[in-house]
């Protein structure tokens, strides 16, 4: 390695250290749940995790992995349009579809694929690209490598957005992206405005579910189905890394044509490996388990009241919502991140963001909340957070 690269690699990282910010890895040694063995320290109760419906270590969902292991191997040694397509693949992108309630779905090795892959291929340089001002770093960086006018809105504003489209009206194409659920935030995107804006306006919707899938509406279609437009919007990609059993991989789903266009052009499509047929078959076995348990997501809906109702009556004041995210808003980062170390020190494992993450001063810690979860351990994560906030003097 060149040493003057080195030093100076070195010089940042001890400033990162020196401003608090310096994040240390945690190692676990157990699979996602409620409580998880961490390296070190033991058990300790996890509210950082987007294992939101507890699919992670359900038999089920691993035994189908471990066949597709055995039925498949490894992996797919290939891209989908050379020869690593599968049954499996096609097995899970049926399911998503009918799932999502549009005409087909196409798998990516991950969400962050799904999003990068999808900007760039549909969109040149006399269309217009809409994004809210909170999405996801994804979009972000889909939105960067695209060659297309680009604006961003402020924050779920319909007003602004609808300002935007007004001048936009000599595009090609227009499409507007929005999270559905905002993942610092846990707020939920207006997406019915969203919807109707888009009609008034002749453009698309494109809407990032990751932290929606499996966890928002009755049956855990969505933002699609929380806001009452299942069907409706254009284009939904999500994660299957996070309620869909936590592996990794992700999907965009849409019409028949927009995913075979994107099978023919979308670079992640086209030079990257497709979705492990261990990976695909785990995330279909959860799809499968969601089906015959939606119970799962009432579950996950009254902890997550449960723990909401729990930390303001401590003395907390997590920002308002109805989703299983609830960040407490601490301000510096060196403060989220000292927060976060004593109360692993108590026994529960919240992650501290802070800048670049979240915007400069406010630092926060994202509590999420999953159908794992027992009342038991969300009581007893409510009284480290409690006796924490006592100590750092941070409770109203
Ligand atoms: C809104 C959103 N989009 C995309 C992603 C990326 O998902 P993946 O891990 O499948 O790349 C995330 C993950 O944090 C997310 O929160």
Redesign the pocket.
């Known amino acids: 390695m060149n040493q003057n690269f080195e030093k100076k690699l070195q010089a940042d990282l001890d400033a990162f250290r020196r401003d608090g910010v310096y994040k240390v890895f945690n190692h676990l040694d157990s699979p996602q749940a409620a409580r998880v063995k961490m390296e070190g320290r033991g058990e300790v109760i996890i509210l950082s995790s987007n294992n939101y419906l507890g699919l992670c270590d359900e038999p089920s969902v691993v035994d189908a992995g471990k066949q597709a292991l055995d039925r498949f191997g490894a992996g797919t040694a290939s891209v989908r349009f050379i020869c690593g397509t599968f049954s499996i693949h096609r097995d899970l992108e049926k399911k998503l579809a009918a799932f999502v309630e549009t005409e087909a779905a196409l798998s990516y090795v991950?969400?962050?694929n799904a999003?990068t892959g999808l900007m760039p291929t549909l969109l040149g340089e006399e269309d217009m690209l809409i994004s809210d001002e909170l999405n996801?770093a994804?979009i972000i960086d889909g939105a960067r490598l695209t060659k297309t006018n680009r604006k961003v809105y402020r924050h779920s504003d319909m007003k602004h957005l609808e300002e935007i489209l007004k001048d936009a009206s000599d595009s090609r194409r227009c499409m507007i992206i929005t999270?559905g659920v905002f993942?610092m935030e846990g707020d939920i995107a207006r997406l019915a405005d969203i919807v109707d804006l888009a009609r008034k306006h002749d453009a698309i919707v494109v809407v990032?579910d990751?932290?929606a899938t499996g966890v928002m509406g009755k049956t855990g279609r969505g933002t699609p189905e929380h806001c009452g437009v299942l069907g409706e919007v254009d284009v939904i990609t999500s994660?299957?890394?996070k309620a869909l059993g936590g592996a990794?991989?992700?999907f965009t789903a849409s019409s028949e044509a927009l995913c075979d266009y994107l099978m023919q052009r979308s670079r992640p499509q086209l030079f990257s490996n497709a979705l492990p047929p261990t990976v695909t078959a785990s995330s279909l076995a959860a799809l499968e388990y969601l089906d015959t348990h939606p119970e799962r997501v009432t579950r996950l809906h009254e902890n997550a009241r449960y723990f909401r109702r729990q930390l303001i009556e401590s003395g907390f004041k997590p920002v308002d919502g109805e989703t299983p995210i609830s960040p407490v808003i601490l301000g510096e980062t060196a403060l989220a991140i000292k927060f976060s170390h004593m109360l692993l020190e108590a026994g529960v494992f919240v992650t501290g963001f802070g800048y670049p993450v979240v915007p400069q001063g406010q630092a926060r810690v994202r509590c999420q909340v999953s159908a794992a979860h027992e009342r038991d351990d969300l009581d007893q994560a409510i009284e480290a957070f409690k006796k924490v906030g006592r100590k750092l003097n941070l409770l109203s």
Do not use: I, Q, V
């Open positions: 991950s969400c962050w999003n996801h994804s999270d993942s990032d990751s932290h994660t299957l890394g990794a991989g992700g």
